[in-house]
């Protein structure tokens, strides 16, 4: 009866360590408030790419997820909309101007769920450590 207890307690605390490995595939940040967990990356074309992730965190197509973006000046903000191309969900519109915008993230799994808010600083200096956007940094110097 011990070994098994042991045995699942090791189990678990792999599966524990195993989950908090995740990273983002493509160097975005890692959404972990909304299953599947998703990334979020600002490509080339300053447009926003958000793509869902198994547990292992390989990609997998987006099924039926809502996602919207709201950022930028109160005042006059920017709303984003998506749709799939591909393995993603790509906005309908480049990012506003600036280095530091505030940004509500918002995603549905289904269009009848309840709404799952992030809220953050897209702030796109570059990070002197892991090289990242500080958006998506996977350092621990925060």
Same mark, same amino acid.
């Given at each position: 009866?011990? %070994?098994?207890?042991? *045995? @699942?307690?090791?189990?678990? @605390?792999?599966?524990?360590?195993?989950?908090?490995? #995740?990273? $983002?595939?493509?160097?975005?940040?890692?959404?972990?408030?909304?299953? +599947?967990?998703?990334? =979020? &990356?600002?490509? *080339?074309?300053?447009?926003?790419?958000?793509? =869902? #992730?198994? $547990?292992?965190?390989?990609?997998?197509?987006?099924?039926?997820?809502?996602? %919207?973006? !709201?950022?930028?000046?109160?005042?006059?903000?920017?709303?984003?909309? =998506? !749709?799939?191309?591909?393995?993603? &969900?790509?906005?309908?519109?480049?990012?506003? *101007?600036?280095?530091?915008?505030?940004?509500? #993230?918002?995603?549905? %799994? !289904? +269009?009848?769920?309840? %709404?799952?808010?992030?809220? =953050?600083?897209?702030? #796109? *200096? !570059?990070?002197?450590?892991?090289?990242?956007?500080?958006?998506?940094?996977?350092?621990?110097?925060?």
């Amino acid at each position: 009866m011990k %070994t098994k207890i042991i *045995a @699942l307690i090791i189990a678990s @605390l792999t599966f524990a360590h195993a989950a908090e490995k #995740l990273k $983002a595939p493509n160097g975005g940040r890692l959404i972990t408030t909304v299953t +599947p967990q998703a990334e =979020f &990356l600002i490509n *080339a074309d300053q447009k926003i790419e958000v793509r =869902f #992730l198994d $547990a292992t965190g390989k990609v997998i197509a987006p099924g039926a997820q809502v996602v %919207t973006v !709201t950022m930028g000046d109160r005042s006059a903000p920017t709303k984003l909309a =998506f !749709t799939q191309e591909g393995d993603k &969900l790509l906005s309908d519109k480049t990012i506003p *101007a600036g280095k530091e915008l505030p940004l509500v #993230l918002q995603i549905k %799994t !289904t +269009p009848e769920a309840k %709404t799952v808010n992030a809220k =953050f600083t897209l702030n #796109l *200096a !570059t990070c002197p450590e892991c090289k990242l956007q500080e958006y998506a940094c996977s350092c621990d110097h925060h």
